[in-house]
């Protein structure tokens, strides 16, 4: 509501001698305050702040007098009444010197400033004053307490007497009245006798007259407080009676709210008691305490000493509280805390250090509340020690505060939008975030943000007339527009503004006159003639109507009151403006529809309709009165009513289930009065009338039944009249703030499927709700409170010690005003659910389930419910929990919810929770019956904490083998680490289960993960290396220690038996790429596992079969018969082996040696006999650039989706870091110009690219390829030869089988599966006949193969202690044997061209590749 904006200002004054000020007050019009010093009075002006002219007493009549004590203004600003210590008052007049002026502001030459416009001297010049001493009363006792009430002079003296002396006159207007003879009752209707203050020595302390109540509110020397107010127009004694407030005995001070009829009384306690007059009794009625709570203020609470000073704020919405130990605090109306200076940056330095709290002597508002003057008690002792040494008299210990505020304090037809707009006194702040965002509204550019309040998403359904949720929450920074200065110089302060339904344009209003500002355009219109500016004042306040201006104003020339429309776009004119004269002042305006409500000084309100007329190049827009009605009856007073405001609401929703139409009509007006909200709604009892034909202006309106008060203690209202029909509990609500109670939501209640509602079902129901901002806007459909907080920013460093006593920005924070937003869904929900209303609360959560933080929702709620419950020393009679539990059932995030709830919630409440909403092991199987493994994942952490271990694992195990099947990678890694935490016993620390799956981890190949590359090591070599080198330090910590550790742990045997079934089931299955997946993804030691696996799963029973399961999986296309597959190049080696001896001779095989990339991951194996066997001569020839060594880097990339045909998987992306990374290769080498192609050959080239697979699977499949060949599962390599179409794998394998010891039953079964193929070829797929027969000699020569005895070292796994760096001769011998066979073709020519192949791709597999770059060795 109101906000501290930046740092305070102190004044500087500019005379040598004035004394340190003890008292200050501002005159009723604010224009000027007054400043008591003990002998001296000083008149100053607002703004700027300057001192016009200071009165000092003479010595001799000071020691008289005594020194000044407190001044009181006359009403009219042209008396002051000062009185002083002895008892005496001392009467000032304030002539003014007509047409001089002490300050008058310079401008340079040329500048638009005109000096010739009305009421330039008076607006921007301060006047000359002069003070002169009229008359000096002597009431012969120390006088308490002065009081200006209408024509007379209050005085309440230390005898028990109150004086009322006339300001003119003042001889014979002496009356004095003895408190004693004044009855006091508890209230009015008690007998007229009373008792009687009963004591002698009794007397006013602090009093001040309520004009709304007429009387004034008093506290006595002994703490007791009261009202008293006169009986009968004549102010005498027997005319006088008070009334008690029963329960204060502390009293201290006293402060009135005219508009809201409040009466705050400060208390010895540090709290201040609230009353309101009850209008029926006549007694004091208690309506609200503000105080400290422990819970905000733990150390001070208790400690503030009594109230010292309590002051309403001119607009009466917000009060200000000060204490005798120091202190700020700001409270709303009824109660609502909105700033407090005694905790946080105000109360601690940056260092943590306590400061002094700021002791405040006296406090005055400045002109509509935006400044507030106060003296500062702590300064009179800094100055005088210091005031020799600098010149720190002109230092005055008068501070200024800067507040911003809502423009619902003073413009309550605001209340019917959705934005916050905040006024200061030259600025204006909304949260509309972009202009040219709201253009379109709904718009949903989504930020995230880290405060879950601020959680945005796409939103259906809103209506037109409603932004987009993320302009409205947008971030935490306010739009600012700062007020023209030209309007701002003639007509400071503003005093209304408001902002139109699509946050676009903005219209404020001075003292005279407007001006209105674009948003998209950024400019402010105002006034081409200056004189009609300044002739008009707007008194109710404006409102937007589509493109017009609204506005309740008197007109200053021809004494009248007017109701005026301008159009936007047109010129700020009135010869382009509506005009309608209206009969009595206008004190508030709102617009509904096209209904303009308007209420007058006469307590009567006025509906006129408002239409636009297209006429000519600009619009105009008409009004016509629709109805008028008396309110007189029940407003004591017009200045009591807060707001008014028309709304569709009705009590019987019944009526529009039936006739939708009228939903949306006016159908009942909504009165604020002062705090009290009251709805009159249209009387339909009586026939009704059928309105079809008739033309809308001309029909008769239904008249308004009797007044209803809704509620009290209420500071805002919002309605819209907005039609949504999936959210009609939302936008058919009315929404209360109600100040330090939270807000209330009058909710409409909707029978289900239409069905006949039970008669005892009231149609609406009213629930209150605690939030934990101020409400300043409510977004209906997004089910969402707006609102603004102050922050605080510390500079105080900057400062060196020395200097920093008297710096302001070390004494006080810089103060920020911050955006801010909650969620208020499930307070509703819950006061639902409490009240048994559980089928509405349905309803409404139903219609909001598409909201982003719908899940939240819930989950708040369940939290709430549990913390209080759980945590409650007294039994629950009738617990909400089970109740709560069973709504979220309803919704399919019911397992999340719970399971985020608990995770969220300490330990020692999950008993409680799991009784209600069920046994965790069942919600566990849920989640797995609902294929939800993270939320499953989520449950293990709360069995593994409730349940023994053995369970835990059981449950674990099965999370684990589900997550195997469905390849969620991620998650197995983190059940393999919380498996061997359950076994090693290091259960304190629970893993971090994924929220949402990683995008990486949904398939693909990562190769190279965390493995070392050595090309030039033989198998068994590598898996020494293999097993002591290889750790795991995955960024995402999964299990990769279990390698490092001792393998013969009980729990890496378990762990490890899952993993090899999974394998075993993968391989029989022949599902080879998600072996692959499984393995880079899991660190699966894939070739030590083959090689024990090489005779039972690694055997392909049947190859037929798995040769078209391999084509289906990877993608891969049946070969066709090419047309000229006759004489081709390719079909004998030469071409190939020349190819190979170019590149052998440019690259030395040296430039493989120990090439490290450096990439901080660790690294990959691969053997050099991978290499000899990728050889895929026509793509060689495009690709091949011999640059000399380069360095490689291999990057892993993860599959988009398992549904996506397209993207096969990710592989090892062995690049070069040329320049060339677009993808364009060319020929570099000489070597390679003398090559040339022939038309056949070219023809053959494409046809052999068609015939193959995505460059993926390919990849993929080499991998694979060289990981059968490192474990020598030779069949497996003979089935990925076949599809790859690759005579040299044939070839090598061949040469394998030939020059080693292999077990012949293997020779027989690969004998037989290719003998199977070359059948099945010939009958269904006679495209691979033609590399059939090219590989037919050797599968002849196989089986006349002789048995020889070769050492079986090479294919068999060693003992984990050998380590061995160099290769073994044998290793090198057979190596030798497979690249030199048949076929013959030169390794480090092959995997050249292979790496520049893949280097080609490099470039589309980098889309998908999200892990990052991996390191390998190549040797």
């Known amino acids: 509501m109101y906000f501290l904006s930046g740092w305070p200002k102190r004044l500087l004054c500019p005379l040598e001698s004035l004394e340190q000020?003890?008292?200050?007050?501002?005159?009723?019009?604010?224009?000027?305050?007054?400043?008591?010093?003990?002998?001296?009075?000083?008149?100053?002006?607002?703004?700027?702040?300057?001192?016009?002219?200071?009165?000092?007493?003479?010595?001799?009549?000071?020691?008289?007098?005594?020194?000044?004590?407190?001044?009181?203004?006359?009403?009219?600003?042209?008396?002051?009444?000062?009185?002083?210590?002895?008892?005496?008052?001392?009467?000032?007049?304030?002539?003014?010197?007509?047409?001089?002026?002490?300050?008058?502001?310079?401008?340079?030459?040329?500048?638009?400033?005109?000096?010739?416009?009305?009421?330039?001297?008076?607006?921007?010049?301060?006047?000359?004053?002069?003070?002169?001493?009229?008359?000096?009363?002597?009431?012969?006792?120390?006088?308490?307490?002065?009081?200006?009430?209408?024509?007379?002079?209050?005085?309440?003296?230390?005898?028990?007497?109150?004086?009322?002396?006339?300001?003119?006159?003042m001889t014979n207007g002496r009356k004095a009245i003895n408190l004693c003879t004044v009855p006091f009752s508890v209230d009015l209707q008690s007998s007229r006798a009373g008792s009687f203050l009963?004591?002698?020595?009794?007397?006013?302390?602090?009093?001040?007259?309520?004009?709304?109540?007429?009387?004034?509110?008093?506290?006595?020397?002994?703490?007791?407080?009261?009202?008293?107010t006169p009986m009968s127009s004549r102010f005498t004694a027997e005319q006088l009676h008070g009334v008690w407030a029963q329960d204060v005995i502390d009293g201290t001070c006293v402060a009135v709210n005219n508009k809201y009829r409040l009466m705050a009384f400060g208390c010895a306690n540090g709290s201040v008691q609230v009353y309101t007059i009850d209008t029926t009794t006549g007694a004091m009625q208690f309506s609200h305490k503000l105080e400290l709570t422990p819970k905000q203020y733990p150390d001070i609470w208790n400690k503030t000493g009594p109230v010292k000073l309590i002051r309403w704020s001119p607009d009466s919405c917000v009060v200000m509280v000060t204490w005798e130990c120091g202190g700020l605090s700001l409270w709303s109306v009824f109660g609502a805390q909105l700033i407090c200076t005694l905790g946080g940056d105000f109360a601690y330095q940056s260092d943590g250090a306590k400061k002094d709290p700021l002791k405040i002597s006296s406090m005055t508002w400045g002109s509509e509340g935006y400044h507030l003057w106060v003296i500062d008690g702590n300064s009179s002792s800094n100055m005088k020690s210091e005031r020799d040494a600098n010149n720190e008299a002109r230092q005055f210990g008068i501070l200024q505060f800067h507040f911003i505020k809502s423009a619902l304090t003073v413009n309550p037809c605001m209340s019917n939008q959705e934005q916050v707009l905040l006024q200061g006194e030259d600025r204006l702040y909304l949260n509309c975030g972009d202009a040219t965002q709201a253009q379109n509204p709904r718009n949903t550019s989504a930020h995230s943000e880290h405060k879950l309040t601020r959680e945005r998403g796409p939103f259906s359904d809103g209506g037109l007339d409603s932004q987009g949720l993320s302009t409205l929450l947008g971030h935490r920074h306010w739009h600012v527009v700062q007020i023209h200065s030209t309007y701002l110089e003639s007509n400071w302060p503003i005093r209304f503004s408001a902002i139109d339904k699509l946050g676009q344009n903005v219209a404020v209003v001075g003292k005279f006159g407007f001006a209105h500002y674009s948003l998209l355009t950024k400019k402010w219109k105002l006034f081409g003639n200056i004189t009609q500016e300044q002739n008009m004042v707007v008194t109710g306040g404006l409102a937007w109507w589509n493109d017009f201006i609204v506005l309740a104003c008197y007109n200053l020339n021809d004494h009248q009151e007017e109701l005026r429309i301008y159009l936007r776009t047109s010129n700020l004119d009135n010869a382009f403006a509506h005009i309608t004269k209206v009969q009595a002042d206008t004190l508030l305006l709102s617009v509904f529809r096209d209904i303009v409500i308007l209420f007058r000084a006469d307590c009567s309100i006025c509906l006129y309709s408002i239409e636009r007329r297209p006429e000519g190049l600009n619009p105009t827009a008409s009004i016509q009165v629709l109805q008028e009605v008396s309110m007189s009856r029940y407003i004591p007073h017009p200045f009591l009513v807060v707001s008014v405001t028309l709304t569709s609401v009705r009590t019987e929703t019944g009526i529009t289930l039936k006739m939708p139409q009228q939903a949306c009509e006016a159908?009942?007006?909504?009165?604020?009065?002062?705090?009290?909200?009251?709805?009159?709604?249209?009387?339909?009892?009586?026939?009704?009338?059928?309105?079809?034909?008739?033309?809308?202006n001309q029909r008769k309106h239904l008249p308004f039944c009797a007044p209803v008060v809704l509620a009290q203690s209420v500071e805002n209202v919002w309605t819209t009249c907005r039609i949504n029909k999936q959210k009609r509990h939302l936008l058919e609500a009315l929404w209360l703030s109600c100040g330090g109670a939270g807000m209330k939501v009058w909710l409409p209640l909707f029978p289900r499927d239409h069905r006949k509602p039970h008669s005892f079902l009231s149609r609406r129901i009213m629930l209150p709700f605690?939030?934990?901002?101020?409400?300043?806007?409510?977004?209906?459909?997004?089910?969402?409170?707006?609102?603004?907080?102050?922050?605080?920013?510390?500079?105080?460093?900057?400062?060196?010690?020395?200097?920093?006593?008297?710096?302001?920005?070390?004494?006080?924070?810089?103060?920020?005003?911050?955006?801010?937003?909650?969620?208020?869904?499930?307070?509703?929900l819950r006061q639902l659910l409490v009240r048994n209303l559980g089928e509405q609360a349905l309803l409404?959560?139903?219609?909001?389930?598409?909201?982003?933080?719908?899940?939240?929702?819930?989950?708040?709620?369940?939290?709430?419910?549990?913390?209080?419950?759980?945590?409650?020393?007294?039994?629950?009679?009738?617990?909400?929990?089970?109740?709560?539990?069973?709504?979220?059932?309803?919704?399919?995030?019911?397992?999340?919810?719970?399971?985020?709830?608990?995770?969220?919630?300490?330990?020692?409440?999950?008993?409680?929770?799991?009784?209600?909403?069920?046994?965790?092991?069942?919600?566990?199987?849920?989640?797995?019956?609902?294929?939800?493994?993270?939320?499953?994942?989520?449950?293990?952490?709360?069995?593994?904490?409730?349940?023994?271990?053995?369970?835990?694992?059981?449950?674990?195990?099965?999370?684990?083998n589900t997550a195997l099947e469905q390849g969620k990678w991620d998650l197995c890694r983190h059940m393999i680490r919380f498996l061997k935490a359950i076994g090693s016993g290091e259960t304190e620390t629970p893993p971090a289960t994924p929220t949402t799956q990683e995008p990486s981890s949904s398939s693909g190949f990562e190769f190279f993960r965390h493995r070392s590359i050595s090309l030039s090591q033989s198998a068994e070599n590598l898996h020494s290396k293999f097993n002591l080198t290889k750790t795991l330090s995955m960024p995402s910590g999964p299990s990769g220690k279990r390698w490092s550790k001792d393998s013969d742990c009980a729990e890496n045997m378990y762990i490890d038996m899952m993993l090899w079934r999974h394998a075993r089931r993968l391989l029989e299955e022949i599902k080879l790429k998600d072996l692959g997946c499984f393995a880079a993804q899991l660190g699966f030691e894939l070739i030590g596992w083959l090689c024990k696996e090489r005779t039972r799963a690694a055997r392909v029973e049947d190859f037929v079969?798995?040769?078209?399961?391999?084509?289906?999986?990877?993608?891969?296309?049946?070969?066709?018969?090419?047309?000229?597959?006759?004489?081709?190049?390719?079909?004998?080696?030469?071409?190939?082996?020349?190819?190979?001896?170019?590149?052998?001779?440019?690259?030395?095989?040296?430039?493989?040696?120990?090439?490290?990339?450096?990439?901080?991951?660790?690294?990959?194996?691969?053997?050099?006999?991978?290499?000899?066997?990728?050889?895929?001569?026509?793509?060689?020839?495009d690709t091949v650039s011999s640059h000399g060594p380069h360095m490689q880097d291999a990057f892993l990339s993860p599959l988009l989706s398992k549904g996506d045909e397209c993207s096969i998987g990710s592989a090892t992306d062995l690049t070069e870091t040329s320049s060339m990374v677009d993808g364009d290769w060319t020929m570099v080498d000489e070597n390679f110009s003398s090559l040339s192609l022939t038309q056949s050959e070219l023809e053959h080239i494409s046809l052999e690219l068609a015939s193959k697979g995505p460059h993926k699977s390919q990849v993929q499949l080499r991998y694979l390829l060289h990981i059968f060949m490192e474990a020598g599962c030779l069949d497996w390599c003979i089935i990925i030869g076949l599809i790859l179409r690759e005579s040299s794998v044939i070839n090598q394998v061949f040469s394998i089988m030939q020059s080693s010891d292999i077990d012949r039953e293997i020779c027989q079964n690969i004998k037989t599966g290719l003998y199977a193929v070359d059948k099945w070829a010939s009958t269904d797929c006679p495209g691979y006949k033609p590399f059939l027969n090219i590989i037919k000699p050797q599968i002849q020569k196989l089986s006349e193969i002789a048995e020889e005895q070769v050492q079986p070292e090479a294919f068999q796994p060693v003992n984990p202690s050998k380590v061995t760096e160099q290769a073994s001769p044998r290793a090198e011998e057979s190596r030798t044997s497979s690249s030199h066979g048949s076929n013959p073709q030169s390794d480090a020519g092959s995997s050249s061209a292979s790496r520049h192949e893949e280097d080609k791709s490099k470039t589309e597999d980098e889309d998908s590749f999200q892990e990052g770059s991996y390191d390998c060795i190549v040797s």
């Open 770 to 828: 605690h939030i934990n901002i101020y409400p300043l806007a409510v977004l209906f459909e997004d089910a969402l409170v707006l609102g603004a907080v102050n922050d605080t920013v510390l500079y105080d460093c900057l400062y060196t010690q020395t200097s920093a006593r008297e710096h302001l920005e070390v004494l006080f924070p810089f103060s920020i005003v911050e955006r801010t937003s909650q969620i208020y869904l499930h307070h509703i």
């Open 667 to 696: 159908e009942s007006i909504m009165l604020n009065l002062a705090g009290q909200l009251i709805m009159l709604q249209r009387d339909r009892s009586g026939p009704q009338i059928r309105d079809k034909d008739n033309n809308p």
């Open 1105 to 1181: 079969f798995a040769l078209k399961k391999l084509h289906k999986d990877f993608l891969w296309p049946f070969p066709v018969i090419p047309a000229s597959s006759v004489n081709s190049p390719f079909k004998n080696g030469k071409y190939k082996t020349a190819v190979g001896e170019q590149l052998l001779k440019s690259q030395s095989a040296d430039t493989f040696v120990n090439m490290e990339m450096d990439t901080g991951v660790s690294n990959t194996p691969r053997s050099r006999s991978w290499l000899g066997t990728i050889g895929s001569s026509q793509r060689e020839l």
């Open 21 to 169: 000020p003890l008292h200050i007050q501002t005159d009723p019009q604010r224009a000027f305050f007054a400043v008591l010093s003990p002998s001296q009075l000083s008149i100053w002006y607002c703004r700027p702040s300057v001192l016009i002219v200071s009165y000092k007493e003479l010595s001799k009549a000071a020691s008289q007098f005594g020194p000044y004590k407190q001044a009181e203004w006359r009403p009219d600003s042209t008396m002051i009444a000062v009185s002083t210590a002895n008892g005496y008052i001392l009467f000032f007049e304030i002539p003014s010197a007509r047409d001089k002026y002490l300050y008058e502001p310079m401008y340079p030459k040329g500048s638009p400033h005109l000096k010739g416009t009305p009421h330039y001297k008076e607006e921007q010049c301060a006047p000359s004053l002069n003070l002169e001493m009229k008359k000096v009363l002597d009431l012969q006792a120390s006088i308490t307490s002065l009081q200006s009430m209408l024509e007379d002079l209050l005085v309440a003296t230390a005898d028990g007497f109150l004086h009322l002396v006339h300001w003119d006159g």
């Open 844 to 960: 409404l959560a139903h219609s909001c389930a598409t909201l982003p933080y719908f899940p939240h929702v819930l989950e708040l709620m369940l939290h709430e419910v549990l913390e209080e419950e759980a945590t409650s020393r007294e039994p629950i009679p009738d617990p909400l929990l089970p109740t709560v539990a069973k709504f979220i059932t309803e919704f399919p995030l019911f397992l999340q919810t719970v399971v985020h709830c608990a995770r969220k919630t300490e330990y020692a409440l999950w008993n409680y929770l799991f009784a209600a909403v069920g046994n965790p092991k069942d919600l566990f199987e849920e989640c797995l019956m609902a294929q939800d493994l993270d939320t499953a994942a989520s449950y293990l952490i709360i069995l593994q904490n409730m349940e023994v271990p053995a369970v835990s694992r059981q449950h674990a195990t099965l999370l684990f």
């Open 198 to 228: 009963g004591f002698e020595d009794v007397y006013i302390r602090d009093m001040e007259y309520c004009a709304t109540l007429d009387g004034f509110a008093v506290v006595f020397n002994d703490g007791r407080v009261g009202f008293i």
